[in-house]
Structure formats: structure tokens, C-alpha cells
């Protein structure tokens, strides 16, 4: 992988190089995908200079073509799209950027620019939303806090709402217990955020051991 501290670019191969002199105009078409859903957000256009801008910002720019100039999507509107990931085709004309949005991705207000609505599973929402408040650094966001304090505050506020649940789950209050199990998952989700992981990552480990056979799982209790 690249050494850039935060974009995913793979290094092999000798890495992302794009071929900006295939094209008569030095434009190379960008398909943005959001990171979470796989949901193909927009078509946009880079030469060089929108690209570099694109790794060093982390934020995707285009050149615009109707504005004969790079234009950092959401400059205006604010609602910006955070690079994860870059990727190439097998003939470096074309390159995949997979990026959470903030906000809607069509001036329109539509959440696509194909005017599709991008849902994954409510989970996967919730997952996109932590990483908002993590990366704009929302003034008064109670997750953005949690961040700032680090790491260890946000185990130490896991390990509470387990103890929580547990004593919740040997009363008969079903209100309770479904609350203080909301609040057990929501904390569980900032923390794999906190480690660079994603939900999908556990289901994964999850679903190895289930393929593995029943012995594979945790004391023998699988499905």
C-alpha cells in the first residue's frame, strides 16, 4: 500500500499511474463508489493536477469541464467526498474512487447523481455517520468527543454499557433492555471505528468460523 497516512492505494504493480496522455484532452474518467455501500455515486473527470490535489486533500477534485478548472466536489455546498480508496482498471484510462460523502452527492439533492437513494442496512448508515463526525470534527457531536478523549475512553464507555445490559437483561423492563442494548451496540460500532475497523469485518470472522464448522466457534455454540 501507499505510505499516504490515510487513502488506500495499492502498491502493487508499481502502484496507481494513471495514463492522463491516453486521452487527447488528459482527462481520465473517475467513477466515485461510496465506501460503505458500494453505492456508484457520480461520474467525474480528472487530469493530473486534480489528482495530486485528490491524494494530498483527501477530498475528491475534478477538473470541470465546463468550468475549465479544478473543482473540489462540495467547495460550495459543503458536501464534500472523503477519499478511502483508489483503484485503477486493467488499462490505467480509468480510476475508482471510493469515498464516504457528507451530505448528497447531486446539486439536485438527490443522494446520487444516477438519482438513486444510497441505503445499505440501517448498520451500515449508522457506520457512515461515525465516520462523519470523526472526519468533520462536528462542534458539540457527543461521537466527535468521544474521539477527541481516545481510544481508551471509548472501551471504557463499551465495557459500561455491558455491564449495563447484563444488569438490564435480569430485570423483566424489555424497554430498558432493548435501550441499553442500542447503546451497547452504538458504542461497539465507534470502537471498531476507533480501531479502523467496520462491522462487516467481525461478520467476516464470523462467517470463516461458521464455514470452518461448527467446532470453529466459540465453546462449541454455533449454529
Not at 20 to 34: A, R
Not at 122 to 147: H, M, P
Amino acid at each position: 500500500m501507499s505510505n499516504h497516512e490515510h487513502i488506500n492505494i495499492p502498491s502493487e504493480n508499481g502502484g496507481i499511474k494513471p495514463d492522463f496522455n491516453k486521452f487527447p484532452d488528459k482527462l481520465v474518467p473517475v467513477i466515485v463508489q461510496d465506501a460503505l455501500t458500494n453505492k456508484v455515486l457520480m461520474l467525474g473527470y480528472m487530469d493530473e493536477a486534480a489528482y495530486n490535489k485528490t491524494i494530498v486533500e483527501e477530498k475528491v477534485t475534478f477538473f470541470s469541464r465546463s468550468k475549465q478548472r479544478l473543482w473540489t466536489k462540495g467547495e460550495t455546498s459543503g458536501n464534500f467526498l472523503l477519499v478511502k480508496e483508489i483503484l485503477q482498471d486493467c488499462d490505467n484510462d480509468c480510476l475508482l474512487v471510493k469515498a464516504n460523502p457528507v451530505g448528497p452527492v447531486c446539486h439536485t439533492g438527490a443522494d446520487t447523481c444516477f438519482n438513486e437513494t444510497n441505503e445499505g442496512s440501517f448498520l451500515q448508515q449508522l457506520e457512515k455517520i461515525i465516520q462523519s463526525r470523526k472526519e468533520t470534527r462536528q462542534e458539540g457531536s457527543y461521537v466527535n468527543s468521544l474521539f477527541k478523549k481516545g481510544i481508551n475512553k471509548i472501551a471504557q464507555k463499551v465495557g459500561e454499557e455491558a455491564v449495563e445490559v447484563v444488569i438490564e437483561a435480569k430485570d423483566d423492563n424489555e424497554g430498558l433492555f432493548k435501550n441499553e442494548a442500542a447503546d451497547l451496540l452504538f458504542h461497539y460500532l465507534i470502537l471498531l471505528n476507533a480501531k479502523g475497523m467496520r462491522l462487516n469485518d467481525i461478520i467476516k470472522v464470523l462467517e470463516a468460523r461458521h464455514a470452518a464448522g461448527p467446532n470453529s466457534l466459540p465453546e462449541n455454540e454455533g449454529a
